[in-house]
């Protein structure tokens, strides 16, 4: 066999019989109403939330530095700029 025909059988092997890839007792089928399954929600929303907070934070600097640079007033043009017309 070649050797990306043993890796592939290795990893199927691993996959199918694999026990850490077996669901926790609480998303197998644990009630919602233990106190294990309130505080991983509440886990989740909290992490949620700072999440959102975060971008949010991040969105709206740079809605300011577009609403800053809409505001701001061209630079202004140097008086003594004359395009020279020397033909020689």
Do not use: E
Request: with cysteine; glycine share 4%; aromatic share 10%.
């Amino acid at each position: 066999m070649s050797r990306v025909v043993k890796h592939r059988f290795l990893w199927a092997a691993l996959v199918c019989h694999a026990n850490a890839a077996h669901a926790c007792a609480l998303c197998y089928g644990a009630t919602s109403d233990s106190p294990l399954a309130k505080g991983m929600n509440w886990g989740i929303a909290s992490l949620l939330v700072v999440v959102v907070s975060v971008l949010a934070s991040i969105a709206s600097f740079f809605i300011f530095l577009a609403r800053r640079a809409a505001a701001a007033p061209p630079p202004p043009m140097p008086n003594d700029f004359v395009p020279s017309t020397n033909q020689t």
